[in-house]
């Protein structure tokens, strides 16, 4: 009796032992069956990553398909339409940065892993000329079949047969800038004691023949991006410091780390180092985008501050350097109100006229060459009628060279170009010289507080990263 009370003991412990087991492999089953990394959750996964790889594979084959058509390119515009077949794109400004999400599946997938390495083609100079809103989404590059370039964002192509000898852009409201290609950044930029300093150049030579010459960097000569140290008449002179703080508006707050105590040496200070950071910025733009653009014409004013950068407008004279400098700031308009984000404006630099002319030297026309050191027919001289609108034809010949008007004559042209301690630099010549005396290379010094009828000034712009 005993023994078999035992027995049934033992078999009712082992049957409760062995429901316990079951249970554990149904959980540890069930785990990885339905699991975050279980069999049917992977199958999932794998399918998704299936079906994932199959619309990447397709939309390959489709770009592969079109650069086969156009013999190995496509464009952005065509990598757009085809991507769009399958979703939408997110709007970042560079395409490859976007991000496509499917319509069915509503997959997200970056379109650099969709292209790899590739980097759309460039659309044709042409096409930007004749496509409406054509860099209405974002900075765009284009090609002349030689050259490429970049139109900015909310800029339209309105002229040019090739880069090489000049294409022009305008903002929402008229305003005109010609693009300046600078095909290697150590033609404008040089390192000085471990600082990013402007490439300066002086020019000789006649007709075919003109040749350029790097000035050597000084600390008191010829130099940018730099301050005016002088008290008598440099930044440094109460005036300037009046000018600083009122016009230009430097901040009055001293910068951390700074030993400045004085308000007018933290006006100083921080006026140093506004110019080395536009300056940076704008050396940082052309080495990535290799160029920047010259305003067409020289700036006019349309009152309140305003320029303009249009044709057949009066030059804006009898204004100091800081107020232009200033005004320079505002320049690209969407409409009458909206600024246009893409690109900066400031008041021409001095490596930046420099690399114009530069530009002009590598022109196949040795008219044009010959220009740089002779403007005689290029611009308004007091042999030829003197001053005059901006942008107005002489005789048969316009007044342009690579699409730019009055670099030569008409007013000379403030710059960010200091020398010596008290003076900014001034160049392309005015309507009381000739084109042989001030031709487009012409500098000349100026204190920032002259205001006179022969001085005026040009804009560029540079585009932002």
């Given at each position: 009796?005993?023994?078999?009370?035992?027995?049934?003991?033992?078999?009712?412990?082992?049957?409760?032992?062995?429901?316990?087991?079951?249970?554990i492999?149904?959980?540890?089953?069930?785990s990885?069956?339905?699991?975050?990394?279980?069999?049917?959750?992977?199958?999932?996964?794998?399918r998704?990553?299936?079906?994932?790889?199959?619309?990447?594979?397709n939309?390959?084959?489709?770009?592969?398909?079109?650069?086969?058509e156009?013999?190995?390119?496509?464009?952005?515009?065509?990598?757009?339409?085809?991507?769009?077949?399958?979703?939408?794109l997110?709007d970042?400004k560079?395409?490859?940065?976007?991000?496509?999400?499917?319509?069915?599946?509503?997959?997200?997938i970056?379109?650099?892993?969709i292209?790899?390495?590739?980097?759309?083609?460039?659309?044709?100079?042409?096409?930007?000329?004749?496509?409406k809103?054509?860099?209405?989404d974002?900075?765009?590059q284009i090609?002349?079949?030689?050259?490429?370039?970049w139109v900015?964002?909310?800029?339209?192509?309105?002229?040019?047969?090739?880069?090489?000898?000049?294409?022009?852009?305008?903002d929402?409201?008229?305003?005109?800038?010609?693009?300046?290609?600078?095909?290697?950044?150590?033609?404008m930029?040089?390192?000085?004691?471990?600082?990013?300093?402007?490439?300066?150049?002086?020019?000789?030579?006649?007709?075919a023949?003109v040749?350029?010459?790097?000035i050597p960097?000084?600390?008191?000569?010829?130099?940018?991006?730099?301050?005016?140290?002088?008290?008598?008449?440099?930044?440094?002179?109460t005036?300037g410091?009046?000018?600083?703080?009122?016009?230009?508006?430097?901040?009055?707050?001293?910068?951390?780390?700074?030993s400045?105590?004085?308000?007018n040496?933290?006006?100083?200070?921080?006026?140093?180092?506004?110019?080395?950071d536009?300056?940076?910025?704008?050396?940082?733009?052309?080495?990535?985008?290799?160029?920047?653009?010259?305003?067409?014409?020289?700036?006019?004013?349309l009152?309140?501050?305003?320029?303009?950068?249009?044709?057949?407008?009066v030059?804006?004279?009898?204004?100091?350097?800081?107020?232009?400098?200033?005004?320079?700031?505002?320049?690209?308009?969407?409409?009458e109100?909206?600024?246009?984000?893409?690109?900066?404006?400031?008041?021409?630099?001095?490596?930046?006229?420099?690399?114009?002319?530069?530009?002009?030297l590598?022109?196949?026309?040795?008219k044009?060459?010959?220009?740089?050191?002779?403007?005689?027919?290029?611009?308004?001289?007091?042999?030829n009628?003197?001053?005059?609108?901006?942008?107005?034809?002489?005789g048969?010949d316009?007044?342009?060279?690579n699409?730019?008007?009055?670099?030569?004559?008409?007013?000379?042209?403030?710059?960010?170009?200091?020398?010596?301690?008290?003076?900014?630099?001034?160049?392309?010549?005015?309507?009381?010289?000739?084109?042989?005396s001030?031709?487009?290379?012409y500098?000349?010094?100026?204190?920032?507080?002259?205001?006179?009828?022969y001085?005026?000034?040009?804009?560029?712009?540079y585009?932002?990263?």
């Amino acid at each position: 009796m005993n023994k078999t009370k035992l027995e049934k003991g033992i078999t009712l412990i082992a049957l409760v032992i062995t429901i316990i087991v079951l249970l554990i492999l149904a959980g540890i089953s069930i785990s990885m069956l339905t699991g975050e990394n279980g069999i049917l959750n992977r199958a999932v996964i794998a399918r998704e990553k299936t079906r994932r790889g199959e619309i990447i594979e397709n939309l390959r084959l489709k770009i592969y398909e079109k650069q086969s058509e156009n013999k190995g390119k496509i464009t952005e515009k065509e990598l757009k339409e085809i991507l769009e077949e399958e979703g939408t794109l997110s709007d970042e400004k560079n395409i490859l940065d976007r991000t496509l999400t499917t319509e069915k599946e509503n997959y997200k997938i970056k379109v650099s892993e969709i292209c790899n390495n590739l980097s759309p083609s460039p659309a044709t100079l042409e096409e930007a000329k004749t496509t409406k809103d054509f860099a209405k989404d974002g900075n765009k590059q284009i090609t002349d079949g030689k050259d490429t370039m970049w139109v900015p964002q909310d800029f339209t192509v309105v002229e040019g047969e090739s880069i090489e000898t000049g294409v022009v852009i305008e903002d929402g409201v008229g305003n005109q800038f010609v693009w300046v290609p600078v095909p290697n950044i150590n033609e404008m930029f040089t390192d000085y004691e471990g600082k990013n300093v402007g490439k300066l150049y002086t020019f000789s030579g006649e007709g075919a023949n003109v040749t350029s010459k790097e000035i050597p960097y000084e600390t008191e000569g010829y130099r940018e991006p730099d301050i005016l140290t002088s008290t008598s008449d440099g930044d440094k002179r109460t005036g300037g410091i009046d000018q600083l703080k009122n016009i230009v508006k430097v901040s009055t707050t001293p910068k951390e780390g700074s030993s400045a105590k004085e308000e007018n040496d933290i006006i100083i200070e921080n006026w140093e180092d506004e110019l080395k950071d536009n300056f940076n910025k704008m050396r940082e733009s052309v080495e990535k985008y290799k160029g920047f653009y010259i305003g067409r014409y020289e700036t006019s004013d349309l009152g309140g501050g305003h320029l303009k950068v249009q044709k057949e407008q009066v030059a804006s004279t009898h204004t100091q350097w800081y107020t232009m400098y200033k005004n320079s700031e505002n320049i690209a308009y969407k409409n009458e109100t909206e600024k246009i984000t893409s690109v900066t404006s400031s008041m021409i630099w001095g490596c930046q006229w420099d690399a114009t002319l530069n530009w002009f030297l590598r022109s196949e026309d040795e008219k044009i060459k010959g220009y740089v050191t002779d403007s005689t027919g290029k611009g308004w001289y007091k042999g030829n009628g003197g001053k005059k609108y901006t942008g107005t034809p002489i005789g048969n010949d316009e007044n342009q060279v690579n699409k730019i008007w009055d670099m030569a004559g008409n007013v000379e042209e403030f710059t960010l170009e200091a020398n010596d301690t008290y003076y900014r630099v001034v160049r392309g010549g005015d309507f009381y010289g000739s084109g042989s005396s001030r031709p487009v290379n012409y500098r000349e010094n100026a204190y920032t507080y002259s205001s006179n009828d022969y001085i005026g000034s040009r804009s560029a712009l540079y585009i932002n990263k």
